[in-house]
Every structure is written in C-alpha cells, then in structure tokens.
C-alpha cells in the first residue's frame, strides 16, 4: 500500500513538474536581438565571443531570448558599431572601444592603454577596482551600457616590410594601429591608419600600409599577413591586454526581464574568459608555424620602446589637461596601475622570469 501510495504521489509529481516549465518559460517574453561585430567571421577566436554569447542566452532562458551575430560589413562597417548601436540600428554589438578616441579619447580605458594593464589587471581594475562604475557613467553619456565580453592578451607588435632598428625608422612609416596607440606613434613621425581587421591584409599587399598589427599569432596567420611582411616584432606595448566588449542601447537594456539581463551579464563573463583562453592555446603553435615559415622575430629596440613610452606617457598628461572625462578616469587608472605593478613585479613578474627561463634550459 505504501509503495503503491508512493509510486502515485511520485508520479502526480512529476507530471505537475513536467506542466509547470512551460508554464514558467511562457511567463517569460520572447525576445530577437542583432548584434553588430567588429570583425570578420574568419577569425573564429574574437569574433567568436559574440557567438558564445548568443549561444549561452538561448541556452539559458529556453530559446525565448534570442541574439543573432552578423559579421563586420553585414549591417554596417567594422568601425561603426559604436553608432548603430547608439542610434538604434542595432540593439548591441561586439567591438574594441578604442576605435572610437575620435569622438573622445577616454574610450581607450574601456579597451587598453598603451603601457597599461594586462588581461588579469585590466579584468581586476574592470570588475574589483573602481573601473566599472566609471565606465558606466562615460557610457551613458552615449545611451550605452558597457559589459566585458573578450580578452586576447597581450598583443604582438605586428609585421613590418623592413626592420625597425632605432627611432628614426619610424618617422614617415604608414602604419595599420588601432586606437590611442596611434596617436601615440604620431609623436615619433609614424602616419596611423586605422583600418577594420577584413581590410588589412589588401592595404598591406598592394603598399598603401607599410607595415600592420592585428592581434597575435593565432589570427595573424589566419589573415595572412606573413606572405606579404616579413619581419614580426614584439611586444604590442599598445594592447597590453585588449578588453573587447558588449555595447548595449540603454533602452534596449532597460526594457530586458531581469532575468534576461542576469543572463545576459553571465554570458559576456563567460566570453570574457574563453577569448583569452584560446588566444593563450592556440598562439604559441601559430608562432612556430609562422617562424617555421619564414617570419623573422624581432624584438623591438631598447630605445625605440623608452621613445614610445616617453611619447605615450606626454600624450596622457596633455590629453587629461584638455578633457575632464579622460582626466577623472586616467587619474583613478593611474593609481590602480601603479599599485598593480607593484604586487606584479613581487610575485608574478619574479615567477614568470624564473620559470620561462628555467623551462627553456632543460
């Protein structure tokens, strides 16, 4: 009798929890969304992160929210998915803020800053120091919510024609570089381009650009910049660690369920994570398929790196002296930078350099 009383009571229970998922996910509305990004479809790793994100909101709320990744070119340019989202076109998108210093040069801190942060530092001054709140109120001067969706790592410091030996070499040298960075090398004679990821290899090939940086090894080869430059310098002092990131209309935000926007936020978390993840597991390979190949490796100069940084450096001070936004945040990122090069140099720096050393011996 209580076996059978039990048997019932399981089964009264399971068929009431089978009625009562759809009955909860109908409370739920069903939401589509288009997501512009930045970069092409070919390369898999930064582009995608949008595709990671869209997968895991669909997962998560049953299908009912729905975001739909289109490449850089599909509905609008690489460069201008800062404004299709601002104006509407787009409900998001997925870009580097700093393709926008145009309309104001504190963009780079959402992105990188040349001698800045590294991944882990940039995600610790982001998420734990300060970052995102001051983050958030430049964005909502552009009806955009911010959220950290990718990081690629330190960066490569791109493939050049011919060898830069000493400051000089840079005076006149037209160079592919995104963002604060070019205005940066400005200083020091280089012409900056700033040219969308899908573009880049024709520039290169056919002499309009003399020289690139893209990312790493990994998307380098990808786009094959190695057949038509072949010395590869190094590091990108630039992009110490590039956040890439969501770009959400504030309407658009404003109006999710609370649970889509916990989704959502979980999502650009689990992108932020993996894009770096893979960039650090696939680059070491790419490298010794491109030295295999041909590439030259090359470390920037001593002096050409202390000229950089010395331009770099007159370039912050100026620009927080002429823009209070910049100069709320660049004061406030200064510190936090400073102290996180302190505990680095402690502990990770004198890891690091023992331990790569005394791997590469045995």
């Not at 145009?102 to 800045?116: E, I, L, R, S």
């Not at 190695?226 to 002092?237: E, H, L, R, S």
């Not at 309407?251 to 994570?273: G, I, M, R, S």
């Amino acid at each position: 009798m209580k076996r059978r009383s039990f048997l019932t009571s399981a089964g009264v229970g399971v068929a009431a929890s089978t009625l009562a998922a759809p009955a909860i996910a109908q409370t739920q509305p069903e939401i589509h969304w288009r997501l512009a990004s930045s970069f092409p479809k070919s390369l898999d790793t930064i582009y995608g992160a949008a595709d990671t994100i869209a997968a895991r909101v669909a997962a998560a709320t049953d299908g009912k929210f729905q975001i739909r990744p289109f490449a850089a070119g599909e509905i609008v340019p690489g460069l201008q998915v800062l404004d299709a989202v601002q104006n509407g076109t787009v409900e998001c998108g997925h870009t580097a803020s700093y393709y926008y210093v145009g309309k104001d040069p504190t963009f780079t801190f959402d992105a990188t800053v040349p001698f800045g942060l590294n991944a882990r530092q940039q995600n610790a001054w982001i998420y734990n120091g300060g970052g995102m709140p001051l983050l958030r109120e430049f964005f909502d001067g552009y009806g955009v919510v911010n959220f950290p969706a990718g990081n690629t790592g330190v960066q490569m410091g791109g493939w050049f024609r011919k060898e830069i030996k000493t400051v000089e070499d840079l005076k006149g040298l037209k160079f592919r570089i995104g963002g604060f960075a070019g205005q940066v090398l400005a200083k020091l004679g280089v012409v900056p381009q700033q040219i969308a990821g899908g573009d880049i290899y024709p520039s290169l090939e056919k002499g309009t650009i003399d020289a690139a940086e893209w990312i790493g090894p990994y998307d380098d080869e990808k786009l094959g910049f190695n057949k038509v430059a072949k010395y590869y310098y190094y590091p990108g002092w630039w992009e110490g660690g590039l956040n890439v990131s969501l770009l959400v209309n504030k309407q658009q935000w404003e109006q999710l369920p609370k649970q889509y926007k916990a989704v959502l936020e979980a999502a650009c978390f689990e992108a932020n994570l993996t894009m770096n993840a893979k960039y650090d597991a696939e680059n070491p390979a790419a490298l010794k398929r491109l030295v295999g190949g041909g590439a030259q490796l090359r470390p920037f100069p001593r002096d050409v790196m202390e000229a950089c940084y010395k331009a770099a450096t007159e370039l912050y001070d100026e620009t927080a002296k002429s823009n209070p936004k910049f100069a709320k945040i660049y004061e406030q990122w200064k510190k936090f930078r400073d102290d996180e090069y302190l505990w680095f140099r402690v502990a990770e720096n004198s890891f690091d350099n023992f331990a790569f050393t005394a791997g590469l011996k045995r």
